[in-house]
């Protein structure tokens, strides 16, 4: 490409008809030219260097999907060992877009679950608000709330998917070529009314030297990574897919369709898992391996640390502050606890880190919105839902889950799902 100026080490242009990175066997190395890199896709496509410091979108993206993946290509350090100059051990981000920075807040909040300190993300011209660490107040007794045991182990979400298992190709490939396939249709407004007059699969012209079957299924290999699957059981999966597309449709068409085709694929095993792990956690359950215990249970911690603290006005709240609550919750839940005659103290669980949460067949953990404690010494666990969402999916895995927590805890522990034409006769139970 012509030299830009006011660049002054190598440029290189990846934007998927045009790679000039190709001619770099390896971007880690110390003596790899490139210094900047100029690309639409590539970054969140999978490009990876551990030796990208710096991003600036000019692009307005929104999603925080693509926030993750776009920013997590520069979270990468290299040799992973702390340098002597700090902006060597430090990341940088520049953007413009409102969503953009929303996006990095999720982001922010998800590293520090992980375990990454506040400090280490930093923002120009922008104060920086530490998290706020809740101090406990109404009782200063133990408290340990009981958690699923697989074995007498606390429950993992991998423990649920046995060595042995193995990936199955979908069995309704002629269902999944309806979605891949991107089709054009000529309609045609008439005096005798309205006529389709063509409707054809789109192909693509060509393919590019590099690409055959090998590298179509390596390409979407790569980006179906879930846990506990191996990247060999993965690959495995895509070949017996992509080989059995190929009797019926030719690799212009696959490559053409190559970004759904890794949508729906991952979809499919993400379903093959969790069926299987449903399939585990029921026989586990029914065989008495699952058992709710305070061994390695949940300790109410002295403080907790709240990412959107807000001051706890109403009466009995276990600590200082809470956790952001909407409208709803606040009126039909945290409110009529506050008042309850019965309720020793009760607080609002924080949605992700240190909360309690259960472990069930799904890989996400489940959070229950509030927890309370009555004067008798029961535990009361409450999951508020509005109207619109009961019946969901979602809502009906929590309220199993929970129903199956509070029966193997014992007549001291409950559980109930919240809505606001149920609130009321679910407190008026405390007693």
């Given at each position: 490409?012509?030299?830009?100026?006011?660049?002054?080490?190598?440029?290189?242009?990846?934007?998927?008809?045009?790679?000039?990175?190709?001619?770099?066997?390896?971007?880690?190395?110390?003596?790899?030219?490139?210094?900047?890199?100029?690309?639409?896709?590539?970054?969140?496509?999978?490009?990876?260097?551990?030796?990208?410091?710096?991003?600036?979108?000019?692009?307005?993206?929104?999603?925080?999907?693509?926030?993750?993946?776009?920013?997590?290509?520069?979270?990468?350090?290299?040799?992973?060992?702390?340098?002597?100059?700090?902006?060597?051990?430090?990341?940088?981000?520049?953007?413009?877009?409102?969503?953009?920075?929303?996006?990095?807040?999720?982001?922010?909040?998800?590293?520090?679950?992980?375990?990454?300190?506040?400090?280490?993300?930093?923002?120009?011209?922008?104060?920086?608000?530490?998290?706020?660490?809740?101090?406990?107040?109404?009782?200063?007794?133990?408290?340990?709330?009981?958690?699923?045991?697989?074995?007498?182990?606390?429950?993992?979400?991998?423990?649920?998917?046995?060595?042995?298992?193995?990936?199955?190709?979908?069995?309704?490939?002629?269902?999944?070529?309806?979605?891949?396939?991107?089709?054009?249709?000529?309609?045609?407004?008439?005096?005798?009314?309205?006529?389709?007059?063509?409707?054809?699969?789109?192909?693509?012209?060509?393919?590019?030297?590099?690409?055959?079957?090998?590298?179509?299924?390596?390409?979407?290999?790569?980006?179906?990574?879930?846990?506990?699957?191996?990247?060999?059981?993965?690959?495995?999966?895509?070949?017996?897919?992509?080989?059995?597309?190929?009797?019926?449709?030719?690799?212009?068409?696959?490559?053409?369709?190559?970004?759904?085709?890794?949508?729906?694929?991952?979809?499919?095993?993400?379903?093959?898992?969790?069926?299987?792990?449903?399939?585990?956690?029921?026989?586990?359950?029914?065989?008495?391996?699952?058992?709710?215990?305070?061994?390695?249970?949940?300790?109410?911690?002295?403080?907790?640390?709240?990412?959107?603290?807000?001051?706890?006005?109403?009466?009995?709240?276990?600590?200082?502050?809470?956790?952001?609550?909407?409208?709803?919750?606040?009126?039909?839940?945290?409110?009529?606890?506050?008042?309850?005659?019965?309720?020793?103290?009760w607080f609002r669980n924080p949605a992700k880190g240190e909360g309690f949460f259960l472990q069930g067949y799904r890989p996400s953990r489940f959070f229950p919105d509030f927890i309370a404690k009555t004067k008798d010494g029961e535990v009361w666990i409450l999951e508020y839902k509005g109207e619109q969402l009961v019946g969901s999916a979602d809502s009906d895995y929590k309220d199993e889950i929970g129903k199956?927590?509070?029966?193997?805890?014992?007549?001291?522990?409950?559980?109930?799902?919240?809505?606001?034409?149920?609130?009321?006769?679910?407190?008026?139970?405390?007693?």
């Amino acid at each position: 490409m012509p030299p830009l100026h006011g660049f002054p080490a190598p440029l290189e242009l990846p934007t998927g008809k045009e790679d000039e990175l190709a001619a770099h066997d390896d971007l880690l190395s110390p003596r790899c030219p490139v210094r900047y890199i100029v690309t639409c896709n590539a970054l969140k496509e999978g490009w990876d260097c551990s030796f990208a410091y710096v991003l600036v979108s000019a692009s307005n993206v929104g999603t925080s999907r693509f926030v993750e993946q776009v920013i997590g290509r520069i979270l990468r350090m290299p040799y992973t060992k702390r340098r002597k100059a700090d902006a060597l051990n430090e990341s940088y981000v520049y953007t413009s877009s409102k969503k953009f920075t929303e996006a990095v807040r999720k982001v922010e909040e998800a590293l520090v679950g992980q375990g990454y300190s506040r400090q280490d993300i930093k923002r120009d011209n922008e104060d920086y608000v530490p998290p706020y660490q809740a101090k406990r107040l109404a009782t200063d007794e133990e408290i340990i709330l009981p958690i699923f045991l697989l074995r007498g182990e606390p429950l993992e979400y991998r423990d649920l998917i046995p060595e042995d298992f193995t990936l199955e190709k979908p069995k309704d490939l002629k269902v999944l070529l309806q979605d891949l396939e991107t089709r054009r249709t000529k309609i045609d407004i008439t005096e005798e009314g309205v006529k389709r007059l063509e409707e054809r699969a789109e192909k693509l012209a060509h393919l590019f030297a590099m690409e055959n079957e090998r590298t179509l299924i390596q390409w979407i290999a790569h980006r179906i990574q879930e846990e506990p699957i191996t990247f060999g059981d993965i690959a495995k999966f895509v070949d017996g897919v992509v080989k059995s597309l190929r009797k019926t449709h030719d690799l212009k068409t696959l490559y053409a369709s190559k970004f759904a085709l890794v949508t729906l694929l991952d979809q499919r095993v993400k379903q093959q898992l969790n069926d299987e792990a449903q399939r585990q956690f029921t026989k586990a359950l029914k065989k008495g391996d699952i058992e709710a215990s305070k061994k390695d249970g949940w300790r109410y911690p002295e403080t907790l640390t709240l990412l959107h603290p807000e001051e706890a006005r109403l009466k009995r709240h276990l600590f200082d502050r809470h956790d952001t609550m909407n409208e709803a919750e606040r009126e039909e839940v945290a409110k009529p606890l506050s008042e309850h005659p019965a309720v020793e103290w009760w607080f609002r669980n924080p949605a992700k880190g240190e909360g309690f949460f259960l472990q069930g067949y799904r890989p996400s953990r489940f959070f229950p919105d509030f927890i309370a404690k009555t004067k008798d010494g029961e535990v009361w666990i409450l999951e508020y839902k509005g109207e619109q969402l009961v019946g969901s999916a979602d809502s009906d895995y929590k309220d199993e889950i929970g129903k199956i927590w509070a029966e193997l805890c014992g007549k001291m522990c409950h559980f109930y799902m919240v809505t606001e034409s149920n609130a009321k006769a679910v407190l008026d139970k405390m007693r």
